[in-house]
Every structure is written in C-alpha cells, then in structure tokens.
C-alpha cells in the first residue's frame, strides 16, 4: 500500500488451497469499503494460473513471480546489497522448487491414474464438491476426502498427462525415432536434426536439458492448449550474441536483457494449438506433428540450419569471430594499462605511442645518443632515433623488444663496436655497414587471465629486468665514454 499515491495492491494467495463461497468478493468488497478513494489492484496468485471466481482480479503465478526475480537478479546485482540479493536468490530457488513438479511423483500419478482411472475421476468428483461446502461434516469418508483432497486433486491432475506417451509417438513417426528426444513426463523435449551443428558450440552449463545450445519442447498451457517452445540455452557468450543477432535480422525480437553476459536463457519461437482431449494420445501426438510441421516453425528450422552451417560451418567463423573479440579486448585493456605505466615512469605523452598492435616508448637517454648520432637514414617508426622500446601486443602475450634502428651507418658501426665491448650481445650483421635494425633484447611475457593493475606489474617486470637494466646501464657508460664526445 502506498498511502501518499493511494494504491494498493491486494494479493490473494492460494497456494495448495481453493477458494471458500463468496471468498474474494468478500474480500474485495471489504478493501474498497475500507480504502476508498484508493486505486485498488486484486491479483490472485495461484500455482498454475487459475482463473478466480472474480473477474475483477488478475491472474498471476509463481512461475511469473520466479521469472520477474530471476531479471532482478540479473540485471539489479550491483544495486542491491549482500543481504537483499541473498535474499531474493533465496525465495527464488524456494519458487523453484515449489512450482516445478517433481519428475518422480509425477510418473507415479500417471501410473496410478491409468490403472485406477474410474476411482480418481470419482474421488475427483468428490473434493471439486467439498471446495465449495463452507460446513464441516462428520465421517470417514468426509474425514478421509478431507486430508487427501491434496493428493487426489495432484493424482487427477498430473496422472490425465499423457504427453510423454504421446511424444514417442511423434518421435517415432516424425524421425523413425532417429533424433536427440528425452521423452520428459511435463516438457518432452528434442533437437531438431536439422540444428545439431549447435554441438560445436561449448555450453556454460553442461546439465542444460540435452546437453546442447538449443531445446525445442512441448507444455501444457494453462489454458489447456498444447505449446511448441524453442530456447537458446547458457552458450558462451560470444557464440550467444553472435546467433542472436542473426536471429534479429530475420524478425525475431527479444528482451533487452537477453544480450547480456549475465542472462543464460533466450525463448524465440512459441506457437499454441487446441487440443480437444488431453488423455487421447492420438490426438496429443498429431497436435504435435501439426506443431512441429507449421510453416512458420519449418521456416524457422530451415533458417537455423542455414546460420549453423553458413559457407564454411558456423565453427570456423564463430571461432575467428572469437579471435578478433578476444584480440581487440586484450588490446583495450592492455592500452589502458600501459597508460597508466608510463605515467608512474614520468615518461612524457610525446615519449610513448599507442597502436591498434604496438606499443612503443623512449628514454632520455635514447635522446641524448640521437643528438649526437642523428636521425635514422631512413624512416623509422616515430622518432627516427638510434634507440627504441617497443611491444607487440597478442591476444595471449606480450613481445617487448629493445632495437637498435638504422642511423648513419659509419656512426652505426662505431656504435655497435662500443655496444660488443661492453659485452651487449647481438647478430654478427649487426658489424656491418649495410645492418640497418638489431635487437639487443626482447622478452615475452603471458597476460592471460590478467585486470589492469597486473598488466601494469607485467610492464614493470618487462622494463626492470636485471638483463635490460644492465643493459642500459652499459649503453650510458658508451654514452659518457664515447658517443658524448663526438662532434
């Protein structure tokens, strides 16, 4: 209730119970008359989706109720708290729990159902009669209907479901019986032949319905129609959002939160059909086939079909496509890192670059030899000097390189006569005059798996090195020896 915008919402909640004589009027009459000049919304929240003696109520169910917390869960993480977050994860699994039946208890109602028919519909009969008595009687058989109502109404209700009986036989008149099928007693499932390509893509939940990253099933509705379903299940999330987007732009639409890397579950196809009789199984079986042979669904299979197996398979292009998203996020991040290290080395925004796929820096050192030594002879990367740091970056590692470039070669050659001195390894070309680029040092280093603060510890332990340090410690004494004196 909302006393400053009057409004209420008023839930009725029938949970494993029926509705008394005259119950929601009551109830309702009783809450307009106490809150008047309220907007009043009555819902009755059921199991299943019944349909109150009221119509002023609207419908609402657990499943509903699960569905809406599951979002919340996905989309509000970061805004709730610990506690509350615990606390709807809770009572969402407790949902769950409650209003997915029970496979095992299910089965056995069908059983019992079948071999005692005449006496369930007759109990039946009975507790549909005791929901509407408002007074007590005395008796056995009163008594007895009394505490087993529940059960006799679960036994009516699931024991009539012949859908896994059903199922089989449309496997085996649609397929021959060749296809990937779970004969579910509520959701029998399969995966249309035409979609097992899907097999290539690894799922994030291995216990997902048959094992792969699409499910087509058959429900009950609670209107009493039979319904078609087919899911896109916890595939990674590359390959998810790869096929969604080919699905949108054949017409299909989905929530705004389906592309999230966070949501597992996408529905995009739901097609209903009347079934007059739900204990005839030829009718169910053919309900089926009419479903699963209607021209949007056949379309759609074929649609499908052709995205998996696309010119060279979808696995090649899925895979490539997984290279360049994974090349161009390590980039990024590795980008950003490097720009903060630079600024802990007080290297000046002049002194570094930033390429799609390098990465290159400076000392002061490097330009105190290219005053004296002079630009390169030829074009060199940025700067044009004797000395450069550089890195390629990889989608796994990084390639960092000290090199030597291609300055005036009489000076070149001094220079790297002084560097051998010193005992500075390099390529025995390196002595002569037509070299034009040595490596002096390079090391590589993994970054797989690694944030942003230890891309920038990678940095520091490329550039601290002892090998490197001594390195330059050695080209500054060839600095203050040698080069510094030149003219």
């Not at 109150?52 to 993480?77: D, H, V």
């Not at 035409?194 to 893509?201: G, R």
């Amino acid at each position: 209730m909302n006393q400053q915008l009057k409004f209420i919402f008023f839930i009725e909640n029938k949970f494993y119970s029926t509705e008394s004589k005259n119950q929601l009027d009551d109830y309702l009459n009783f809450i307009q008359h106490t809150f008047k000049n309220f907007t009043i919304i009555p819902i009755y929240l059921t199991l299943d989706g019944e349909k109150p003696s009221n119509q002023q109520y609207f419908i609402l169910t657990y499943e509903r109720i699960e569905s809406i917390l599951y979002t919340i869960l996905i989309l509000y993480k970061e805004q709730l708290s610990d506690n509350v977050y615990k606390f709807i994860e809770d009572y969402n699994q407790i949902l769950k729990e409650k209003f997915y039946p029970n496979q095992d208890q299910v089965l056995q109602a069908i059983n019992i159902y079948r071999n005692y028919k005449p006496t369930i519909n007759a109990l039946f009969e009975e507790t549909s009669k005791l929901n509407k008595q408002l007074q007590f009687e005395s008796g056995y058989q009163f008594e007895f209907m009394m505490k087993y109502k529940n059960t006799i109404n679960y036994i009516f209700k699931h024991g009539k479901n012949i859908l896994s009986y059903s199922f089989e036989q449309f496997i085996h008149r649609q397929f021959g019986g060749e296809v990937l099928y779970d004969a579910h007693p509520t959701t029998p499932n399969l995966l249309p032949p035409e979609w097992n390509s899907i097999s290539s893509i690894k799922l994030r939940e291995s216990n997902y319905w048959l094992g792969k990253g699409l499910i087509v099933w058959f429900e009950q509705t609670n209107d009493s129609r039979l319904r078609l379903i087919a899911e896109m299940g916890p595939i990674e999330y590359i390959h998810r959002i790869w096929l969604l987007e080919q699905l949108e732009k054949i017409g299909l639409a989905f929530r705004e939160n389906s592309k999230l890397e966070k949501t597992r579950y996408t529905r995009f196809f739901s097609q209903k059909i009347d079934v007059n009789k739900w204990d005839d199984m030829e009718e169910l079986s053919q309900a089926m086939v009419a479903l699963y042979n209607s021209t949007e669904f056949v379309l759609l299979r074929k649609q499908i079909a052709d995205m998996l197996n696309y010119k060279n398979s979808v696995k090649n292009r899925i895979t490539k496509t997984i290279e360049n998203f994974s090349t161009e996020k390590t980039t990024i991040q590795v980008q950003k890192a490097f720009k903060k290290w630079v600024g802990t080395k007080n290297i000046l925004e002049n002194d570094y670059r930033v390429s799609s796929k390098t990465l290159s820096f400076k000392i002061p050192l490097f330009d105190a030899f290219k005053e004296k030594l002079g630009e390169t002879r030829e074009k060199w990367w940025w700067d044009n000097g004797p000395f450069l740091f550089w890195m390629n970056i990889n989608s796994d590692s990084l390639f960092f390189t000290l090199e030597v470039g291609p300055i005036d070669a009489d000076k070149r050659v001094l220079l790297m006569e002084s560097m051998k001195e010193k005992g500075i390894k390099f390529s025995k070309k390196g002595l002569t005059v037509e070299a034009k680029y040595n490596r002096i040092y390079s090391e590589t280093i993994s970054i797989v798996g690694l944030n942003e603060s230890d891309l920038i510890h990678a940095f520091d332990i490329l550039y601290g090195n002892k090998e490197l340090q001594n390195i330059l410690e050695k080209l500054q004494i060839i600095y203050d020896e040698t080069v510094c004196k030149l003219e």
